[in-house]
């Protein structure tokens, strides 16, 4: 079992209102992700990070954003909640591809985002 | 561009009937090559993963997977399935390119077994 984790698990939350969604894991991964995945739909990489002060954009345009400024811990942010923004959201973080996980990734269980 | 086509968006089946998920990848350098699943209400778990050497796979809960180069695969397979094997299944592609290791995943089937 992974030991990464994500809170809350579910947020129901009033339009323009700033939200964070907390991730983080224990195992001393460099690499972790956020993805985007509404039900029954594809996973949507939309934030990952490399390591400490790396953030990068993923395939999915989005308007959060993110930090890592340590190694366990990688917070997704929006600024300002719109209706469009409510989906599942997703947080990783994988084995370093030269270990004997090479690169598997291991998942949070989720927080569904939704919007009023 | 590279990508994972997962043939069946939506499979139903009986309990005891046998599953076959096919992915397909298009890329031509090496790669690792994972199933994962979602059950319902659940986070997505590694099923099982290819890196190298024999290219039949076993994983968790009697599923397995064959990796066939040539064909560019790495079909799901299950000799009976049982209505606990409802859920959503994923194949992942990770292109060993370089520094930039991406992984390239599948839209995903949605399977639905009934009892």
């Known amino acids: 079992e992974a030991d990464i984790y994500q809170t809350p698990r579910y947020l129901v939350i009033g339009t323009g209102k700033k939200i964070t969604l907390e991730c983080s894991q224990t195992?001393?991964?460099?690499?972790m992700y956020w993805y985007q995945q509404d039900p029954g739909m594809e996973l949507h990489l939309i934030h990952y990070?490399?390591?400490?002060?790396?953030?990068e954009k993923g395939d999915l345009s989005s308007e959060s954003t993110v930090s890592r400024i340590r190694t366990e811990h990688f917070p997704l942010t929006l600024e300002s909640a719109r209706p469009s923004h409510t989906s599942q959201y997703l947080c990783a973080s994988s084995d370093p591809p030269g270990s004997g996980g090479r690169g598997t990734q291991y998942f949070g269980p989720g927080t569904r985002l939704t919007v009023l | 561009a590279q990508s994972v086509s997962q043939h069946n968006h939506h499979v139903i089946l009986s309990e005891a009937a046998s599953l076959e998920l096919g992915c397909n990848y298009s890329y031509g350098g090496t790669v690792n090559l994972f199933w994962y699943v979602q059950y319902p209400g659940q986070h997505l778990q590694l099923l099982l993963k290819?890196?190298?050497?024999d290219p039949l796979v076993k994983g968790i809960k009697g599923f397995e997977a064959e990796f066939i180069k040539s064909k560019f695969s790495f079909n799901l397979r299950k000799p009976s399935v049982q209505w606990s094997d409802t859920a959503e299944y994923f194949c992942a592609v990770l292109l060993n390119a370089g520094n930039n290791r991406k992984l390239i995943w599948g839209l995903g089937t949605s399977l639905a077994v009934n009892p």
């Open positions: 990070s490399y390591g400490v002060n790396s953030t």
């Open positions: 195992m001393g991964h460099d690499k």
């Open positions: 290819y890196f190298s050497g």
